[in-house]
């Protein structure tokens, strides 16, 4: 696919697994690659990405292994208030236990259980080839996280690829990501 815009101020991807053994992905253009070929180009996803389960991505939840492709010219967009990235957190529980969506502008971006990137939650053993994309989403998880990637197996290829958004290990640390391969 070429040239496709994933956005909205109020758009949110949701995957509503119930723990972290769930099998759930979101992401902002795809949730989930499992073999195949897979070429986006000049494709980009700005929109809130939040999974109950196991991975987020702001472009691509998880690559499951084995897919081949050249992802270029690709990026995920961040939302801020005024500039700046809130920790805030658009899903809150009520006191049945029930989510509510509270529209914040500039809270976390990218949201999950176990994996989360701004670019992408996982990839596995990928033959993916990432070049010239980067991701300037706020990226939270409560294990694997990263500004690009949350989590990776072997294989991948990320050639002048980065990201500028936060990533928040919990609610008190804060640490921006790092250039890639930049």
Same mark, same amino acid.
């Given at each position: 696919?070429?040239?496709?815009? !994933?956005?909205?101020?109020? !758009?949110?991807?949701?995957?509503?697994? =119930?723990?972290?053994?769930?099998?759930? +992905?979101?992401?902002?253009?795809?949730?989930? &690659?499992?073999?195949?070929?897979?070429?986006?180009?000049?494709?980009?996803?700005?929109? *809130?990405?939040?999974?109950?389960?196991?991975?987020?991505?702001? #472009?691509?939840?998880?690559?499951? $292994?084995?897919? =081949? $492709?050249?992802?270029?010219?690709?990026?995920?967009?961040? +939302?801020? %208030?005024?500039?700046? *990235?809130?920790?805030?957190?658009?899903?809150?529980?009520?006191?049945?236990? =029930?989510?509510?969506?509270?529209? @914040?502008?500039? $809270? /976390?971006? !990218?949201?999950?259980? +176990?994996?989360?990137?701004?670019?992408?939650? *996982?990839?596995?053993?990928?033959?993916?080839? #990432?070049? =010239?994309? #980067?991701?300037? %989403?706020?990226?939270?998880?409560?294990?694997? &996280?990263?500004?690009? /990637?949350?989590?990776?197996?072997?294989?991948?290829?990320? /050639?002048?690829?980065? @990201?500028?958004?936060?990533?928040?290990?919990? @609610?008190? &640390?804060? &640490?921006?990501?790092?250039? /890639?391969?930049?």
């Amino acid at each position: 696919s070429n040239r496709t815009v !994933v956005a909205g101020k109020r !758009v949110l991807v949701y995957s509503n697994g =119930n723990s972290a053994n769930t099998d759930s +992905h979101a992401g902002g253009y795809i949730g989930l &690659t499992n073999g195949g070929k897979f070429n986006p180009t000049d494709c980009s996803a700005s929109v *809130y990405v939040y999974s109950n389960g196991n991975t987020a991505g702001g #472009f691509l939840g998880q690559e499951q $292994g084995g897919t =081949n $492709g050249l992802i270029q010219y690709c990026y995920s967009g961040g +939302h801020t %208030s005024k500039g700046a *990235y809130k920790v805030s957190s658009l899903i809150t529980k009520d006191a049945s236990n =029930n989510d509510v969506i509270n529209w @914040e502008d500039g $809270g /976390i971006n !990218v949201k999950s259980y +176990h994996c989360a990137g701004g670019f992408a939650g *996982y990839l596995g053993d990928s033959g993916l080839t #990432f070049t =010239n994309c #980067f991701s300037a %989403s706020s990226v939270k998880a409560y294990r694997d &996280t990263g500004g690009f /990637i949350g989590s990776i197996g072997n294989g991948a290829t990320i /050639i002048k690829s980065y @990201e500028t958004g936060q990533v928040f290990w919990d @609610e008190d &640390t804060k &640490t921006n990501g790092q250039t /890639i391969n930049g």
